[in-house]
């Protein structure tokens, strides 16, 4: 066994961690708490409107995560080409991933708009719960362009090893849409529509700050703004590994969703109200992933294979801690938290149940996103790719029979858990190992 790294060393990965993932924890979590805020606003019009925000809700996020390499990606190959020190083609590289983000974003509202009946269809919604989905995620298609902007523009500035500046848009988008949710809904009236209204205007604010701020990088680096079709197609291909990823992920959420929306109206607003405790959960255990990614590409692109595993070591143990406090802090406000989000009897006792399972499950999630992010980081999408899909694998005949035996939520996260288990078996296999520690500006 290797000796123990001076501890004057650990205090410095320690503080490079810490620099990055504090500011990124608030840039992470900003989405959910969008989400988060939506639903405590929505749920005061009721429980159909608040399960039609979950069904829309779910909709979103699988459309605009399935494009999450336009960060991700953008983060490692940023990173790279920063730790080999050509800062000219790191920024031309994440020019490339805002100008891919907007046209895959226009063909998304183009071909998302007449789908809308046919997707909540999809999602198992009740007569009760479909006509608020729809009218939310009518309006939500048109912030589709500027979510993946933000996505892109996120993942250049973390490879350029800077979170502060999305910390930044994060406050003052989350701020702008809460603002604007309660004018809308609770002041104007506007109902569900006036919840996505407030977002999409709120989310093309951010959007915006983002071009300004890589195109000024652009300016001071000397790379060029416009489109580049060889470009374009690198940002793309690049991206299948971690699409493929990220789509197993999806079915996951969806299928949970889809399960949630069959066991009834109250299941499904608890369900909601419980995954978006979920995703704040690990958008914040993200924020050391997102370290890790960071991290990562640039001590690999620095030739830095020692110091790329010795950060992996660190950041796993950073991992298992915050989730452990993250699961405390969960028991602790589960008796809170289900108040706050509805005034239906049922919708609460279904929360209080399933924020148990939500809870115990955090310190494996916190090592499981951290190891995802160090090898997203390493450029490891093609191993990442195929063991997230034997995880979704082994969901799918638990979640099919947590519906046929009427287990309930509790059965269902119990599912999710053993997802989760899957994932972190595979991926601490892969971090023992050498395969994923590939050095050089461009990973081959």
Same mark, same amino acid.
Request: glycine share 12%; hydrophobic share 60%; net charge positive.
């Given at each position: 066994?290797?000796?123990?790294?001076?501890?004057?060393?650990?205090?410095?990965?320690?503080?490079?961690?810490?620099?990055?993932?504090?500011?990124?924890?608030?840039?992470?979590?900003?989405?959910?708490?969008?989400?988060?805020?939506?639903?405590?606003?929505?749920?005061?019009?009721?429980?159909?409107?608040?399960?039609?925000?979950?069904?829309?809700?779910?909709?979103?996020?699988?459309?605009?995560?399935?494009?999450?390499?336009?960060?991700?990606?953008?983060?490692?190959?940023?990173?790279?080409?920063?730790?080999?020190?050509?800062?000219?083609?790191?920024?031309?590289?994440?020019?490339?991933?805002?100008?891919?983000?907007?046209?895959?974003?226009?063909?998304?509202?183009?071909?998302?708009?007449?789908?809308? %009946?046919? !997707? @909540?269809?999809?999602? #198992?919604? =009740? /007569?009760?719960? $479909?006509?608020? *989905?729809?009218?939310? &995620?009518?309006?939500?298609?048109?912030?589709?362009?500027?979510?993946?902007?933000?996505?892109?523009?996120?993942?250049?500035?973390?490879?350029?090893?800077?979170?502060?500046? %999305?910390? !930044? @848009?994060?406050?003052? #988008?989350? =701020? /702008?849409?809460? $603002?604007?949710? *309660?004018?809308?809904? &609770?002041?104007?009236?506007?109902?569900?529509?006036?919840?996505?209204?407030?977002?999409?205007?709120?989310?093309?604010?951010?959007?915006?700050?983002?071009?300004?701020?890589?195109?000024?990088?652009?300016?001071?680096? #000397?790379? =060029?703004?416009?489109?580049?079709?060889?470009?374009?197609?690198?940002?793309?291909?690049?991206?299948?590994?971690?699409?493929?990823?990220?789509?197993?992920?999806?079915?996951?959420?969806?299928?949970?969703?889809?399960?949630?929306?069959?066991?009834?109206?109250?299941?499904?607003?608890?369900?909601?109200?419980?995954?978006?405790?979920?995703?704040?959960?690990?958008?914040?255990?993200?924020?050391?992933?997102?370290?890790?990614?960071?991290?990562?590409?640039?001590?690999?692109?620095?030739?830095?294979?020692?110091?790329?595993?010795?950060?992996?070591?660190?950041?796993?143990?950073?991992?298992?801690?915050?989730?452990?406090?993250?699961?405390?802090?969960?028991?602790?406000?589960?008796?809170?938290?289900?108040?706050?989000?509805?005034?239906?009897?049922?919708?609460?006792?279904?929360?209080?149940?399933?924020?148990?399972?939500?809870?115990?499950?955090?310190?494996?999630?916190?090592?499981?996103?951290?190891?995802?992010?160090?090898?997203?980081?390493?450029?490891?999408?093609?191993?990442?790719?195929?063991?997230?899909?034997?995880?979704?694998?082994?969901?799918?005949?638990?979640?099919?029979?947590?519906?046929?035996?009427?287990?309930?939520?509790?059965?269902?996260?119990?599912?999710?858990?053993?997802?989760?288990?899957?994932?972190?078996?595979?991926?601490?296999?892969?971090?023992?190992?050498?395969?994923?520690?590939?050095?050089?500006?461009?990973?081959?």
């Amino acid at each position: 066994m290797a000796a123990a790294p001076p501890r004057r060393h650990l205090g410095a990965r320690d503080r490079e961690i810490l620099r990055l993932a504090v500011p990124a924890f608030g840039a992470l979590v900003a989405e959910p708490l969008f989400l988060l805020s939506d639903s405590a606003i929505v749920g005061r019009l009721g429980t159909a409107p608040l399960g039609g925000l979950g069904v829309a809700g779910q909709i979103l996020s699988t459309l605009v995560y399935l494009c999450v390499f336009l960060a991700y990606g953008t983060t490692a190959g940023v990173a790279r080409r920063v730790g080999a020190g050509d800062l000219r083609a790191a920024v031309r590289q994440g020019v490339d991933g805002i100008w891919l983000a907007l046209a895959i974003g226009a063909v998304v509202v183009a071909a998302g708009l007449p789908l809308v %009946p046919r !997707l @909540v269809e999809l999602f #198992g919604a =009740s /007569a009760d719960v $479909a006509p608020h *989905a729809a009218a939310y &995620l009518r309006v939500s298609l048109f912030g589709v362009p500027a979510m993946l902007v933000v996505l892109a523009g996120t993942g250049v500035l973390r490879g350029l090893q800077d979170t502060r500046t %999305p910390l !930044l @848009v994060s406050i003052g #988008g989350f =701020s /702008a849409n809460l $603002a604007l949710n *309660a004018l809308f809904v &609770l002041g104007l009236h506007w109902g569900i529509a006036g919840s996505a209204w407030g977002t999409v205007v709120a989310q093309n604010a951010s959007a915006a700050v983002y071009v300004a701020v890589v195109a000024r990088a652009a300016r001071r680096h #000397g790379a =060029s703004v416009r489109p580049d079709a060889a470009g374009l197609r690198t940002a793309a291909t690049a991206g299948v590994a971690l699409l493929l990823r990220t789509a197993a992920l999806r079915v996951v959420l969806v299928v949970g969703t889809s399960v949630a929306a069959r066991m009834g109206d109250p299941q499904l607003a608890a369900y909601q109200v419980g995954f978006q405790v979920w995703t704040l959960l690990t958008f914040a255990l993200d924020a050391i992933a997102i370290a890790g990614q960071a991290i990562t590409g640039r001590c690999l692109g620095a030739a830095d294979a020692a110091g790329a595993r010795a950060a992996t070591r660190r950041m796993a143990a950073w991992g298992v801690g915050c989730g452990i406090a993250f699961a405390l802090l969960v028991l602790a406000a589960r008796p809170l938290l289900p108040g706050l989000f509805s005034a239906d009897a049922d919708v609460r006792h279904l929360l209080f149940s399933s924020l148990l399972v939500v809870a115990l499950l955090q310190p494996v999630a916190g090592v499981v996103f951290v190891l995802d992010g160090i090898l997203i980081g390493a450029g490891d999408g093609t191993y990442l790719a195929w063991t997230t899909v034997l995880a979704t694998a082994v969901f799918l005949p638990a979640a099919l029979l947590v519906h046929s035996s009427g287990a309930g939520l509790v059965g269902l996260w119990t599912a999710i858990g053993l997802w989760m288990t899957t994932r972190l078996v595979t991926l601490g296999a892969r971090a023992r190992g050498g395969a994923w520690l590939v050095t050089g500006a461009v990973r081959d």
